[in-house]
């Protein structure tokens, strides 16, 4: 088939339109475009960039993966972690979103599970891998991403995300894009072996009715100081507990919605875990 002039500008002129009601709307391109921009190669290099442009924010995208709060450089298997995406803009935006995925080096296949997630962020499946997406908008230029690693050693793993400075104006323009520039690469930790006193030792939590309920399971008798502390390192509560029995009950913490970590520590060693209260 031949375009005339007067057929490519109409195509052109659609292209524009979609791009406008898709990628303007506040949901998230994996899920009204079904698209990876995410800058990973299956994505064929595009972002938030293919159709956002003219914002002057200033803005940057910087990924860290966190354990207990503090960022880490290697993975164990069949951990815990929770991935920080923050778009720093020296000009604030009314609004951020973003886009992430995790593969596997090599074969670009899906590396790690992700966990429960906060209501303004939201899984989507596009070509059997799991796609991080915002929901809506967020006035707060930080989000954070519950991620379970891979059962066994996979190698490096790749993190692979694109975001965006918005004006909140209901179409692309006026926006600023931004990306991972290389993908952030996390390797497997040297030694995979956990102290068996470390592994038998544990913190949970159960939410009942808004009260916070913490379980100490396997810990030595004697007194502790007992912490919560927010995801930017904030100490919000604390108390000094005496453990006299190997499963201990601590209750009557009220918490927002949100990623804590909860810290007790004995005058030598601190045992730290993080949860997320619904």
């Given at each position: 088939?031949?375009?005339?002039?007067?057929?490519?500008?109409?195509?052109?002129i659609?292209f524009?339109?979609?791009?406008?009601?898709?990628?303007?709307?506040?949901?998230?391109?994996?899920t009204?475009?079904?698209?990876d921009?995410?800058?990973?190669?299956?994505?064929?290099?595009?972002s938030?960039?293919?159709?956002?442009y003219?914002?002057?924010?200033?803005?940057?995208?910087?990924?860290?993966?966190l354990?207990?709060?503090?960022?880490?450089?290697?993975?164990?298997?069949?951990?815990?972690?929770?991935?920080?995406?923050?778009?720093?803009?020296?000009?604030?935006?009314k609004?951020?979103?973003?886009?992430?995925?995790?593969?596997?080096?090599?074969?670009?296949?899906?590396?790690?599970?992700?966990?429960n997630?906060?209501?303004?962020?939201?899984?989507?499946?596009l070509?059997?891998?799991?796609y991080i997406?915002?929901?809506?908008?967020?006035q707060?230029?930080?989000?954070?991403?519950?991620?379970?690693?891979?059962?066994?050693?996979?190698?490096n793993?790749?993190f692979?995300a694109?975001?965006l400075?918005?004006?909140?104006?209901?179409?692309?323009?006026?926006?600023?894009?931004?990306?991972?520039?290389?993908?952030?690469?996390?390797?497997?930790?040297?030694?995979t072996?956990?102290?068996?006193?470390?592994?038998?030792?544990k913190?949970?939590?159960?939410?009942?009715?808004?009260?916070?309920?913490f379980?100490?399971e396997n810990?030595?008798?004697?007194?502790y100081?007992?912490?919560?502390?927010?995801?930017?390192?904030?100490?919000?509560?604390?108390?000094?507990?005496?453990?006299k029995e190997?499963?201990f009950?601590?209750?009557?913490?009220?918490?927002?919605?949100?990623?804590?970590v909860?810290s007790?520590?004995?005058?030598?060693?601190?045992?730290s875990?993080?949860?997320?209260?619904?």
């Open positions: 088939m031949i375009w005339s002039d007067k057929g490519r500008k109409f195509l052109f659609g524009l339109w979609i791009c406008l009601i898709l990628l303007g709307s506040s949901g998230g391109v994996g009204f475009q079904r698209e921009r995410t800058g990973s190669p299956l994505s064929l290099n595009s938030c960039g293919t159709c956002h003219g914002g002057n924010f200033q803005s940057s995208l910087v990924l860290s993966l354990k207990d709060s503090l960022p880490v450089k290697a993975y164990l298997p069949n951990t815990d972690y929770l991935i920080k995406v923050t778009i720093p803009s020296v000009i604030p935006a609004v951020y979103g973003f886009q992430l995925v995790s593969f596997q080096s090599g074969n670009n296949q899906q590396a790690g599970t992700f966990g997630m906060t209501a303004n962020i939201r899984a989507v499946e070509w059997n891998r799991t997406e915002q929901s809506r908008p967020q707060s230029h930080v989000f954070f991403i519950p991620w379970k690693s891979p059962p066994k050693d996979l190698g793993i790749h692979y694109s975001g400075a918005a004006n909140e104006n209901n179409n692309t323009s006026g926006d600023s894009p931004v990306k991972l520039e290389a993908p952030f690469v996390l390797p497997a930790e040297a030694v072996r956990i102290n068996e006193k470390e592994r038998n030792e913190i949970s939590f159960i939410s009942r009715e808004g009260e916070i309920i379980r100490l810990f030595s008798s004697g007194p100081q007992f912490q919560i502390y927010d995801y930017f390192g904030r100490s919000i509560y604390h108390r000094k507990v005496e453990i190997e499963n009950m601590l209750t009557g913490n009220r918490l927002t919605t949100g990623f804590y909860a007790i520590f004995n005058g030598t060693t601190k045992q875990s993080s949860f997320f209260n619904p």
